[in-house]
């Protein structure tokens, strides 16, 4: 079945420095890539995702990139602030597939 | 819409009580799910179900029973509490469009439930 590895699992930043996350997937079928963003005590939220025919998708000061040749794709977050403190999820699933492979989560911590 | 209601939200149980978490959705959405989170472990599938009357495990079900009736709800039965089933409990819901499944997930509140 299919793996996704994510890494770091803890991410320390500056205030307006940007973030990168990183994660591996094993199964080339895989085609649908979104990212979740938990708030301490929250419920996971689904903040941007991308499909296997693009290989770059912005939502203002995050951008998630994919390259399918490899098979990893990346969160990219600019402007830190700390409100984007939280753990972020990476996930992979097949098309028509309902069920998605988490990766394990990286808590980034944005100091003032 | 409400979305994704999870009920309790807190839950202290004794080992080997029993008990239901409980998970409906208002959005008419075919797929149901249960996670559980675990610190460094991510999200853990239990069980899901794809439309009313259809269910199949997950990555970790034992001690876990589900049932789908309806298409709204979605209930977890802890048959009998053990420790390690202390964590945080998320109901997730999906849907199709065009028939095809999505992928997207709508998690409810999640229920933390603690067993001395």
């Known amino acids: 079945g299919e793996n996704v590895e994510q890494h770091p699992s803890t991410l320390s930043v500056q205030e307006g420095d940007s973030a990168v996350i990183k994660c591996t997937y094993s199964?080339?079928?895989?085609?649908?890539f979104p990212w979740y963003k938990q708030e301490l005590g929250k419920r996971p939220q689904l903040i941007i995702d991308i499909r296997s025919n693009v290989g770059e998708k912005k939502d203002q000061r995050i951008a998630v990139t994919l390259n399918k040749t490899a098979k990893h794709f990346s969160l990219h977050i600019t402007e830190t602030q700390p409100e984007d403190s939280a753990v972020y999820f990476c996930?992979?699933?097949?098309?028509?597939?309902?069920?998605?492979?988490f990766g394990r989560g990286t808590s980034l911590i944005v100091h003032p | 819409n409400a979305g994704v209601t999870q009920t309790p939200k807190f839950q202290v149980l004794k080992t080997g009580q029993s008990m239901t978490l409980q998970c409906a959705q208002d959005?008419?959405?075919?797929?149901m799910s249960w996670y559980r989170q675990d610190p460094g472990m991510g999200l853990r599938l239990i069980h899901y179900s794809v439309g009313a009357g259809i269910t199949d495990q997950g990555e970790v079900p034992n001690g876990y029973n589900v049932s789908r009736s309806t298409t709204e709800d979605f209930p977890l039965r802890l048959l009998s509490a053990a420790p390690s089933q202390t964590s945080v409990y998320f109901c997730a819901s999906s849907y199709s469009y065009r028939g095809v499944a999505t992928g997207e997930l709508f998690f409810g509140e999640g229920s933390r439930l603690t067993v001395l």
């Open positions: 996930a992979a699933s097949k098309q028509g597939s309902y069920i998605p492979t």
């Open positions: 199964d080339s079928a895989s085609n649908y």
């Open positions: 959005m008419n959405h075919e797929y």
